[in-house]
T-cell receptor, first 114, second 110 residues
Framework: DAGVTQSPTHLIKTRGQQVTLRCSPK?????VSWYQQALGQGPQFIFQ???????QRGNFPDRFSGHQFPNYSSELNVNALWLGDSALYLC?????????????FGPGTRLLVL | QKEVEQDPGPLSVPEGAIVSLNCTYS??????FMWYRQYSRKGPELLMY????GNKEDGRFTAQVDKSSKYISLFIRDSQPSDSATYLC??????????FGQGTTLQVKP
């Protein structure tokens, strides 16, 4: 049973560019959450998708957007990149039907903005 | 004030020691409490999950929650060098959003 997978593993972009990160949830999960983890910090919640709709959003600007597909996979898009967006981007999957919605994380995509 | 406070360490202990990791929180709405382990340059791995006050044990790991004091702990018995990692506490309610502590870096020396 494959766990949460993310692609790509690493990415280098320059300021002003746009990036798309991808996530496939764990089998049986229908909900995908995205987090940003800066070096030396805990993950910060960006947003969560369920049934192809954004269910909850954290304190991130509109430059951060997402999408969920009918097969439950998800994309995170970041426009107009700036240096402060350099971080590890984590995808977590869960099942809305499970009490507490325990979230399981993928390996992350490390983004470097130059 | 952050919703979740966690001492970043680093914490260095000899092999075989008992390790105590702690977090405090301010939001009474939190109902679910988790501990994740994160190795360098990897994603967080779920270690323990609980939703009630009291203790929960799994092998060498014990999670403790005190809702009245808004305090959670993770104890690791007979610590091993392979336990060297960053330990993250996380808390949630039914919104789907998890709030994480900063993480405590643990080194277990052989």
């Amino acid at each position: 049973d494959a766990g949460v997978t993310q692609s790509p593993t690493h990415l280098i972009k320059t300021r002003g560019q746009q990036v798309t990160l991808r996530c496939s949830p764990k089998s049986g999960h229908d909900t995908v959450s995205w987090y940003q983890q800066a070096l030396g910090q805990g993950p910060q919640f960006i947003f969560q998708y369920y049934e192809e709709e954004e269910r909850q959003r954290g304190n991130f600007p509109d430059r951060f957007s997402g999408h969920q597909f009918p097969n439950y996979s998800s994309e995170l898009n970041v426009n107009a990149l700036w240096l402060g967006d350099s971080a590890l981007y984590l995808c977590a999957s869960s099942s809305l039907a499970t009490v507490g919605e325990t979230q399981y994380f993928g390996p992350g995509t490390r983004l470097l903005v130059l | 004030q952050k919703e979740v406070e966690q001492d970043p360490g680093p914490l260095s202990v000899p092999e075989g020691a008992i390790v105590s990791l702690n977090c405090t929180y301010s939001n009474s709405a939190f109902q679910y409490f988790m501990w994740y382990r994160q190795y360098s340059r990897k994603g967080p791995e779920l270690l323990m999950y609980t939703y009630s006050s009291g203790n929960k044990e799994d092998g060498r790991f014990t999670a403790q929650v005190d809702k009245s004091s808004k305090y959670i702990s993770l104890f690791i018995r007979d610590s091993q060098p392979s336990d060297s990692a960053t330990y993250l506490c996380a808390m949630g309610s039914n919104t789907g959003k998890l709030i994480f502590g900063q993480g405590t870096t643990l080194q277990v020396k052989p």
